[in-house]
């Protein structure tokens, strides 16, 4: 057996080192074949000759020392580790056949650096709708962040043809990991399906989110612990938090107890005891994944959500919505029609799915009667004419300008009329000309609305449709409102804007004081505001 351990581990590395040269991949391949007809826990079935052999590494947060560079194994020394996947029992449902792996208790006998450290869930998903997970299969990590297939000796096998995939990584209490870009899986020798390595412990490999998906740690990169109720994400205080669980753990009144030689969720690092308070504690890595000073931020998951596979005869319009009116007559009733997709599907069975229209100055009522029938969001502009425009007067395209600019009255007429959820933008883009006017579109607002509901539809209304643009998001914190946690922009104005709209129109005078992410990035006060 420790022979075919460390020939593996060289054919290992030779498919890891060699990017694409036919003759030592070859060698390799046939190597790791060899191996594979000699393992008794060769573990998928698939149609196709070999199953796909995907390299991946990452690190986990809680159990990674730094010093060593790799992640411990007290849990393989403690005898804990069970051989079978524990996934199934914390309701994680499989796709495409995965689920219920075991192991062979000799696979836990290696130790070193390709000793095995707990299990993990491996996740294929669509390269265009990454929301959607094609395949799932629990696999092994090792100490050196290796995530190995059943046996400890092979790259992960998957029971996929050749093409690109999202490939997702899930841990019992981390938060998963995306892969930024889908990965090639090429076609070889022998009816062969491979991949090179995604290395998502290096900083080069981009993921889903990438500004917050990873914790730097060191030069290398892990993902986020303390998701110990596997619920998709971290919370240290209020409803559904993970930290109670860890004082629940250790007995629920005494917080300086100490739970020994145990599997267990609330171990967030790892190391077979569950602590709350002293050296090594769990709960810290909770507080700290969410930020460690402010208590009440949550830390979301970065893997999207599962969306609904949409049948047929649904139609996915990633566009302006000046082409709804004729979408919408044009469809029958069991169609669905989505404009950018902000939001999950999910329990939606018939009829027109219209999340939200962009633009539709020339909609009639009708359809925007249907649109508040549907709750539908509009995203208006205020085109009117300014005596800006760039095309010359009897142009087509001016013509064109004219008639859209009559719209706008009617529009902002209509959807003030029927209620509809109204969010405010200017499509001024690649300007920076236009860009500086756009304070005046804002305070022009008031030829419709109040200067107060001006205000709240630029900032909290706003806020509230940016908050189901899903995928598109890069925001992980509440937007629009102004608590501690949320993400939300402070501007002192020197005036009432409430009373007078237009100091807006000047920001270099009137806008004092500027915090912007928690930075005083403008303050013309003279001292500096005291943060907390």
Request: charged share 20%.
């Amino acid at each position: 057996m420790q022979l075919i351990r460390s020939l593996a581990s060289e054919a290992r590395q030779l498919l890891r080192t060699t990017v694409r040269s036919y003759p030592t991949r070859l060698a390799a391949f046939i190597a790791l074949a060899q191996l594979v007809a000699v393992s008794s826990t060769v573990q998928a079935q698939c149609d196709q000759p070999f199953p796909a052999r995907l390299p991946i590494r990452l690190l986990l947060d809680g159990p990674f020392d730094e010093v060593a560079g790799l992640m411990t194994d007290s849990l393989r020394v403690a005898g804990l580790i069970p051989t079978s996947e524990p996934y199934s029992v914390l309701g994680y449902t499989f796709r495409s056949g995965g689920g219920g792996e075991v192991i062979d208790p000799m696979v836990l006998a290696v130790e070193g650096s390709d000793a095995i450290v707990d299990w993990v869930v491996v996740e294929v998903r669509d390269p265009n709708d990454p929301g959607k997970c094609i395949l799932s299969r629990s696999a092994l990590i090792q100490r050196d962040g290796d995530v190995m297939d059943l046996d400890g000796l092979n790259d992960v096998g998957l029971c996929i043809p050749a093409g690109f995939y999202h490939i997702a990584v899930r841990h019992r209490n981390h938060l998963g990991i995306m892969t930024g870009r889908p990965v090639e899986f090429f076609s070889g020798q022998f009816g062969s399906v491979y991949a090179e390595l995604v290395d998502l412990s290096s900083p080069e490999v981009p993921t889903f989110r990438e500004d917050q998906a990873r914790k730097q740690v060191g030069a290398r990169m892990a993902i986020w612990s303390g998701d110990v109720n596997f619920d998709g994400r971290v919370k240290y205080t209020g409803p559904d938090n993970d930290r109670d669980m860890v004082l629940q753990s250790i007995g629920g009144s005494v917080p300086t107890n100490v739970e020994v030689d145990v599997y267990t969720q609330p171990d967030v690092n790892l190391d077979s005891r569950v602590k709350y308070t002293g050296e090594g504690n769990d709960r810290d890595h909770i507080l700290q994944s969410v930020g460690g000073s402010v208590p009440t931020t949550i830390r979301e998951g970065y893997i999207p959500k599962d969306s609904l596979t949409l049948r047929p005869n649904v139609h996915i319009v990633d566009t302006l919505a000046w082409v709804l009116d004729t979408a919408l007559s044009n469809m029958d009733d069991q169609s669905q029609l989505v404009f950018q997709v902000y939001t999950d599907m999910e329990g939606i069975d018939t009829g027109h799915v219209v999340v939200g229209a962009d633009h539709g100055q020339m909609l009639d009522e009708a359809t925007v009667e249907l649109m508040a029938q549907k709750g539908i969001w509009w995203s208006l502009q205020p085109f009117v004419e300014d005596g800006h425009s760039p095309w010359p007067e009897g142009s087509p395209n001016r013509t064109k300008q004219l008639s859209m600019y009559a719209g706008t009255d009617h529009a902002y007429t209509l959807a003030k009329r029927h209620r509809i959820k109204t969010a405010w933008g200017t499509d001024i883009l690649f300007s920076a000309a236009n860009a500086r006017r756009q304070n005046e579109k804002l305070t022009g607002m008031t030829r419709w609305f109040t200067p107060a509901e001006v205000l709240r539809m630029a900032t909290s209304v706003n806020a509230e449709l940016l908050a189901l643009s899903g995928l598109r998001s890069p925001y992980t914190g509440r937007l629009g409102v102004v608590e501690e946690g949320a993400l939300a922009d402070l501007l002192l104005v020197d005036g009432d804007p409430l009373e007078h709209i237009e100091l807006l129109n000047d920001p270099a005078k009137n806008l004092l004081l500027i915090l912007k992410d928690g930075r005083v990035v403008k303050n013309t006060l003279g001292t500096a505001p005291a943060l907390p």
